[in-house]
């Protein structure tokens, strides 16, 4: 081979690399990205240990609703996300009375997430009411979660939300689609 086809050979490589580059950079910083479940606070739905998947793009288009289980960013440690379901949407009042009721605007919240019965309302033993761009989010595993209830989460503000998760890829033999509601 001859000094000029392994130059082009090598521009060649290098520029089929550039392009992969590129392409995996523009997914993970607006696409998706990868999250792994490091609590039981969304137990029995997700597991300590399992990876997903979190679709980065659809909440640019529109806004999550309730009952979606979403990322976001938790405010008071670096390049940490918490990952909860969302129970309360802007201008709701979210309140947990002392049976461990969760109510959405003087209305009972009916949901088949969170059976057990809540031990601590924390902030929402007082109702709550969310700004335009604020989201009262809560772990599945209720009395085990740092949610919306505490004030070292409070309310999730639209900025903070990374995305939505989207399909769980590990381990593999629950490899799933997340399903709506």
């Known amino acids: ?4 086809e392994v130059l082009k050979e090598i521009l060649s490589t290098s520029l089929y690399l550039l392009g992969v580059l590129l392409v995996t950079f523009v997914l993970v910083k607006f696409v998706v990205q990868r999250t792994e479940i490091l609590s039981g606070s969304m137990e029995p739905t997700l597991y300590k240990g399992e990876s997903y998947l979190v679709d980065k793009i659809s909440y640019r288009f529109k806004d999550p609703e309730r ?27 979210v309140y947990i009375d002392e049976y461990g009721t969760i109510f959405i605007n003087d209305e009972v919240l009916i949901e088949h997430y969170g059976n057990e019965t809540i031990e601590n309302p924390g902030l929402a033993a ?10 009262f989010v809560m772990g599945d595993n209720r009395n085990d979660s740092q949610d ?11 900025e903070q939300i990374l995305g939505k998760l989207w399909v769980q890829i ?12």
């Open 126 to 135: 007082n109702p709550i009411k969310l700004g335009d761009d604020e989201y």
């Open 1 to 4: 081979m001859s000094k000029k």
């Open 170 to 181: 590990w381990p593999l033999n629950r490899l799933r689609l997340m399903k709506d509601k």
């Open 148 to 158: 919306s209830r505490y004030p070292n989460v409070g309310a999730v503000k639209r």
């Open 67 to 93: 009952y979606d289980i979403i990322t976001f960013k938790y405010l008071y440690a670096e390049k940490t996300y918490y990952v909860k379901r969302i129970i309360g949407l802007p201008g709701d009042t």
